[in-house]
């Protein structure tokens, strides 16, 4: 096996240590999984699931913000109603 020298933010190494533990495997073997699955994936694909992946980030965006709006407005109802009660 080749070693390589990659650099990792400290929250990406944590993560991957974390599921290596959990797995019972090492850091290095965890990071050559994913680049194997990493380059099983052809660029197409790739692409394609970049632009779901966005979507899907922009659908879950309008729906937290309708959730949020909805939330405020029972919160309104509510205080209404128990205004009208004292």
Known sequence: MAT?????????????ARRA????KSLSHEVSKAVDF?????????KEL??????????????????DQTIAHIDRVLKERRKARK
């Not at 990493?38 to 790739?46: A, G, I, N, R």
């Not at 966005?54 to 729906?63: C, P, S």
């Open 4 to 16: 390589a020298l990659i650099h990792l933010n400290p929250k990406q190494k944590q993560r991957l």
């Open 21 to 24: 533990k959990r797995q019972g």
């Open 38 to 46: 990493y380059l099983s994936v052809p660029p197409e694909t790739q």
């Open 50 to 67: 970049s632009v779901a992946a966005k979507a899907a980030n922009q659908a879950a965006d309008r729906m937290i913000k309708n959730l």
